[in-house]
């Protein structure tokens, strides 16, 4: 049985979401202890109950400690299927994260699957599932995962209700080395319950800030009314993305420069990859056996997520530092 301390490192959900993935890829009981130790509120939430549930459902797992506020978990797998389902995770937790959960898993899967699943499509400390598709899916494309998500209604926190299908097909991982990729930013400023102009505003905001440094771009604007209210903007070009939301004392312009900055930052270091989408490439990289990148910054999830992947696979990771850029290779 592999042990696992859910402290380590940034000591989030992150950890239980790579560790039950790569723990069904693996066919490995895993122990996951120390759950969230350092958060306000330690322990599971609902979020992380259902993503558990979830990679438990396709594997057939046996899990001991699935319960609000627990701090260990035992997982046991048995064999990776296909599922065809619903999954509600009943809250506005974040339909990519539950969808992190099971990725690495799934493309170890013989079958197909097909899930629709309901939850947040655009809540704060999570990716988009407008970022999921644009930025993750694509790159992970290049390393032969086959998958599709498509945003069917908009969920923002805290009612949620947002509503998205993923399909993922059987595949075969390779190695790939990510490159700066040069193309034009492309983006979807989207705003629910709220007045016309407030996604018009997100949108012309952010597109003067990129006009302003040197990037075209091409920015669609939503306005439709979702059980939820809320407001965002996501853009992407390549191998990197941002995302900012509205919140109540924010206004759309502040919202749609904020998502301009962050993209433009990313795009003009000269890195591969954004720093958001390096942490999610590392399970990938390691059940591939190969491939590499160059990113902004070691940040926690990405140093937290290299060390949970090599608990589980023989795979070992190199980080190297130099002229302000981070490379990370398989070894």
Not at 284 to 310: C, K, P, Q, R, Y
């Amino acid at each position: 049985m592999i042990k696992i301390d859910g402290s380590y490192g940034e000591g989030g959900g992150q950890i239980l979401r790579t560790a039950v993935s790569l723990s069904a890829v693996i066919g490995e009981k895993v122990s996951i202890r120390n759950i969230r130790k350092n958060r306000p509120n330690p322990g599971l939430k609902a979020q992380h109950l259902k993503s558990i549930e979830t990679a438990a459902l396709i594997c057939g797992a046996e899990v001991e400690g699935l319960q609000p506020g627990s701090t260990e978990i035992t997982f046991s797998p048995v064999e990776i299927r296909g599922l065809d389902a619903i999954i509600d995770i009943g809250t506005a937790g974040s339909i990519s994260l539950l969808a992190q959960c099971i990725m690495p898993a799934a493309s170890a899967s013989r079958e197909k699957f097909n899930l629709r699943i309901k939850g947040g499509t655009d809540v704060a400390w999570s990716p988009s599932t407008d970022y999921l598709k644009n930025v993750t899916l694509k790159a992970l494309s290049h390393m032969g995962y086959n998958a599709s998500l498509e945003t069917i209604d908009r969920g923002y926190y805290p009612k949620g209700g947002g509503l998205a299908r993923l399909t993922i097909e059987p595949a075969k991982l390779t190695g790939y080395d990510f490159f700066r990729k040069e193309c034009d930013i492309s983006g979807i400023s989207h705003a629910s319950n709220l007045p016309e102009n407030v996604a018009r505003k997100q949108a012309e905001s952010a597109e003067m800030v990129l006009k302003e440094k040197g990037f075209d771009c091409n920015i669609v604007q939503e306005n439709k009314k979702y059980l939820s209210t809320g407001s965002g903007i996501n853009l992407w070009s390549g191998f990197m993305g941002s995302t900012a939301l509205g919140k109540k004392g924010l206004t759309a312009e502040k919202v749609g420069t904020k998502a301009a900055n962050e993209i433009a930052a990313s795009m003009l270091s000269g890195a591969a990859v954004d720093c958001h989408l390096a942490d999610q490439l590392i399970p990938f990289m390691g059940l591939a056996g190969d491939g590499s990148f160059t990113t902004t910054e070691l940040t926690g999830h990405l140093e937290t997520n290299i060390w949970v992947t090599e608990q589980f696979l023989d795979e070992k990771f190199d980080i190297k530092k130099a002229d302000g850029l981070v490379t990370i290779c398989v070894r």
